[in-house]
């Protein structure tokens, strides 16, 4: 069956598991929620069954849930809801340089834009994005005081339909850094054209 949404539609990535549970957190509707059974495959809750989704050229933003990496190539990183920054988290609780986060998305070819939010503080580390292995972006983490931060990345260009692999790694940290801790969240991607 093909869903074809008429409207910009934001889809937000889930494991099936605990997609009602984290809906409930956060405020979504369950109709809103979307997940990977594999990287080939994206499924929509219609409101009674998850369905298969084959147009993915309909979906232009999608909203990572950063709850549910693809792998750890390092460390170990840990979730939950931050009442601090009214958002689901994703931390490395290793807080160690080369720590590595991966996610999978099924993505058309096309150009994006990619935006995040991360916390800045004296123990923050440098990080690093890549798409499919080659790094597209770095954000220094570190700050004399503590905050959340936007960060975008333009032009991401995807060259063919299929598993798109994002991956978030700390490398290094600023001269006056204490640490490589890191924290990231709300993660969207954005289709241009």
């Not at 409207?7 to 929620?33: H, N, W, Y």
């Not at 890549?130 to 060259?159: F, H, P, R, T, W």
Request: one cysteine or more; aromatic letters at 10%.
């Amino acid at each position: 069956m093909t869903y074809v949404e008429t409207i910009p539609q934001k889809i937000r990535t889930f494991s099936a598991v605990d997609a009602a549970a984290r809906a409930a957190l956060v405020g979504m509707s369950v109709e809103d929620l979307c997940y990977q059974e594999d990287t080939s495959v994206l499924y929509r809750f219609d409101g009674s069954a998850w369905v298969a989704i084959t147009d993915l050229v309909s979906y232009p933003h999608w909203q990572i849930s950063i709850g549910a990496p693809s792998s750890v190539g390092q460390g170990v990183w840990t979730d939950g809801y931050s009442s601090t920054y009214r958002a689901w988290v994703l931390g490395s609780s290793s807080e160690a340089d080369g720590d590595n986060v991966s996610f999978t998305l099924w993505l058309p070819a096309g150009t994006y834009d990619m935006s995040l939010a991360v916390t800045v503080a004296s123990e923050r580390g440098v990080l690093d994005i890549d798409l499919n292995g080659v790094e597209k972006g770095s954000k220094d983490c570190y700050s004399a005081g503590s905050d959340q931060v936007g960060y975008e990345i333009d032009n991401l260009v995807i060259a063919a339909m299929g598993a798109q692999v994002f991956r978030f790694r700390v490398d290094g940290k600023h001269a006056s850094g204490s640490g490589y801790a890191m924290i990231i969240f709300n993660i969207e991607i954005g289709r241009k054209s």
